[in-house]
C-alpha cells in the first residue's frame, strides 16, 4: 500500500484543483482576519481572532467533493484503476489509498486556511480569548471534520465510474449538508417566546410575550440537535459559529462517519465490476 500512496501523492503534486484549492484556502485565510480588523476599525466595536478562524469549515465539503471526485475519476477514467487490480494490488489497498490520500489533502487543505489567518490575525486583532483548550479541541474537530467529508466523497467516487456523475453528485451532497445544517440551526435557534404587540384602551402600546409553537423542546429537541450534530454540514456550522453545543461529540461522530463510509465503500468495491 506504500507504493500506491506515494503514487498517489505524486499525482496530487502535479494535481491542478489542489493547487487551487490550496491558493484559495490561503487567500481567504489572510482575507478573513483581515476584513475583521477593518470592520473594527470602521465600527470601534472590537473584534478577536477567534471569529472566523474556523470558517475554513464552511468550505472544506465543496472543496473536498470537487477534489475526491476529480482525482478518482480520472483513475477510473484512464483505466489506472483496472490496471492496478491486473497487476495485483488488492481491492482494499487501493480504496484505503485514495481515502487516505483524499484526507491527507483534506487535512492539508484546512492547514493552508489556519496558517495564514494566524500569522495575519495575531498581530491584527491579537491572541484568542476562548480558552486554548477549547481552540485545540475545535482544531481537531474541523481536521476530522475534513477527513469525514474525504471518507464519504472517496465512497462516492470510487464506486461510480463517471467523473462527471461522480462531480454532480459530490457537489450536490455537500450542498446538501450545508443546507440541511443551516434549516437544523434554524429550527434550533427559534426562540421559546416571541413578543406580541396589542393596544389597549388608553390607547397604550402593550407587550405580552406569546409562546412559540414552533420552539423544539425535550426529547424532539434532542433528536434534532442530535441530527445536527452528525450532519457533517451541521458540525461546519457550529465550528465556523464557535455556537457548538456538544463539542467533544463532533469529533466522535466524524470518526463514525470515516469507519462506516470506509468499511461500507471496501466492501462494496470488492464487489463492483470495473469496466
Partial sequence: MSKLLTANFMRVKKDKFFWIGMIFMMAAGVIFPVNRYMDMKQTGFMNNIDNGFFGCA???????????????????????????????????????????????????????????????????????????????????????????????????????????????????????????????????????????????????????????????DGAKREIVQTFYDINPGGQGIQCASLAAVHIERLPVYSLIIVILTTGAGVAFFKRKDLR
Avoid at 153 to 168: E, S, Y
Wanted: net charge neutral.
Fill in 58 to 216: 464552511l468550505f472544506i465539503g465543496i472543496l473536498m467533493a470537487v477534489f475526491c471526485s476529480l482525482f478518482i475519476g480520472t483513475e477510473h477514467s484512464d483505466g489506472t484503476m483496472r490496471n492496478k487490480i491486473i497487476v495485483g494490488r488488492k481491492r482494499t489497498e487501493i480504496y484505503l489509498s485514495n481515502c487516505v490520500t483524499s484526507a491527507v489533502v483534506g487535512v492539508l487543505l484546512c492547514t493552508a486556511f489556519f496558517l495564514p489567518y494566524l500569522c495575519a490575525g495575531i498581530p491584527l486583532l491579537g491572541l484568542f480569548d476562548a480558552d486554548v483548550k477549547l481552540i485545540l479541541l475545535l482544531v481537531l474537530t474541523v481536521l476530522l471534520l475534513a477527513a469525514a467529508f474525504a471518507s464519504i466523497f472517496t465512497l462516492i467516487a470510487m464506486l461510480c465510474q463517471n467523473k462527471a456523475v461522480a462531480v454532480v453528485i459530490c457537489i450536490l451532497l455537500a450542498q446538501t449538508f450545508l443546507f440541511t445544517g443551516a434549516v437544523t440551526n434554524a429550527m434550533l435557534d427559534a426562540p421559546r417566546t416571541y413578543p406580541e404587540y396589542t393596544i389597549d384602551e388608553n390607547n397604550n402600546t402593550v407587550v405580552s410575550e406569546r409562546p412559540n409553537t414552533r420552539y423544539l
